[in-house]
């Protein structure tokens, strides 16, 4: 299997606070993976209006990582962290 990529619980509280100053105050956005399931998931859980994704990504916590950073499959794209968040009784990776 492959290696599991982490980071210290400083790493990702820098990166959270680096995403959400990228979100909140300079109008950043997110590209997500276009998947079958994923846009199902995203209807089913009323996030399909970009101000949804944005809501909850802004409450991520150090807690809620899983994994990364890990490079991107897309050349010069940025690296790819995991977060894992319970939200309305289902477990959302992030």
Known sequence: ?????????DEVKQFLDQLKVWLEFLN???VYEKKDKNEQFMVDMDWDKADKKKEWI???????????????EK??????????KRIEGKLCYI
């Not at 050349?75 to 962290?81: D, F, I, L, M, S």
């Open 1 to 9: 299997m492959g290696n599991k990529t982490t980071a210290t619980y």
């Open 28 to 30: 950043g956005y997110i």
């Open 58 to 72: 802004l409450k991520l916590e150090p807690e809620d990582y899983y994994e990364g950073p890990d490079p991107n």
């Open 75 to 84: 050349p010069g794209a940025n690296p790819v962290w995991k977060f894992g």
